[in-house]
């Protein structure tokens, strides 16, 4: 197929991680596509069937863009609030590195992946998704139609995360987390798929610029604040590397990247 994965690459039309040939897959087609900065496009992986979606896609992600930079602004805040009490240094000591996280955002990589959950005959014996924690600082899931698949770990028990109509599912990734550090937590999550119906999740991960090193904020944890940083601080390619080297995208990379 012209839009089909080429090897070496997770980019186009097939499945998510495949390592060898025994493993068991998801029972989960992908359509994943680069789409922020344009310059990152491969636009020979882009459908052009229907004729408007190449260009539905990149409105739909420049409009991702917005929303995801405005909720983090008001994380970020959030953030600031919450760490009041450990004594942020809001002080202007530290260089507004919550305003470089926001403006990196803005400039950052946005990734689209389209799941298709076909109906399958044996539910309990396959994940659509399995569990993990996703990589993004944000990540915003779209769910077309009301059938639930979504899950989410709550103090140690999956939680269905029931379909919200014309609703735009906001999920924390581990920068996030990270660059709260650890005030927000990216959840474990996975996807079950359904005995008769399909379910199709469209999914936007926001990452920003690549040239931010990836750490907790230095209002939070600089030298005027008193509340020392959890996580070290990576450049954003090493933040990757660590990342496809593990076997998978679950705790162990967090806890990996722990002080
Ligand atoms: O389809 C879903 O509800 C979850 C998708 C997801 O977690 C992902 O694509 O990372
Ligand atoms: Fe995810």
């Not at 735009?168 to 005995?195: C, E, T, W």
């Not at 990452?207 to 990836?214: E, N, W």
Request: hydrophobic fraction near 35%.
């Amino acid at each position: 197929m012209r839009w089909a994965q080429r090897p070496g690459s997770l980019e186009g039309y097939g499945h998510a991680f495949v390592t060898s040939e025994e493993q068991k897959l998801d029972w989960n087609d992908i359509l994943f596509l680069k789409t922020l900065p344009p310059d990152c496009r491969s636009y020979d992986l882009w459908p052009d069937n229907p004729s408007h979606f190449q260009r539905a896609l990149e409105t739909y992600t420049e409009e991702m863009r917005e929303l995801a930079v405005s909720i983090v602004k008001y994380m970020v805040k959030g953030m600031m609030m919450t760490a009041d009490g450990l004594e942020a240094a809001d002080d202007g000591a530290e260089e507004d590195h919550n305003k470089l996280f926001c403006e990196s955002l803005r400039r950052g990589n946005y990734d689209v992946r389209i799941n298709c959950y076909p109906p399958c005959p044996q539910p309990e014996r396959v994940m659509g998704i399995t569990p993990h924690v996703d990589i993004s600082a944000v990540t915003l899931l779209v769910e077309c139609g009301n059938t639930p698949g979504l899950h989410v770990l709550k103090d140690g028990r999956w939680v269905i995360v029931p379909p919200v109509d014309g609703a735009i599912l906001v999920n924390l990734g581990a920068i996030m987390q990270i660059f709260s550090n650890g005030i927000y937590k990216a959840p474990d999550h996975r996807a079950m798929v359904n005995k008769y119906k399909e379910r199709l999740s469209i999914v936007t991960f926001c990452y920003p610029d690549p040239s931010l090193d990836i750490g907790p904020s230095k209002q939070l944890t600089g030298e005027s604040a008193r509340t020392p940083p959890i996580y070290k601080t990576v450049t954003n390619s090493d933040y990757f590397h660590h990342f496809f080297n593990l076997k998978q995208a679950h705790d162990p990379f967090l806890d990996s990247l722990k002080i």
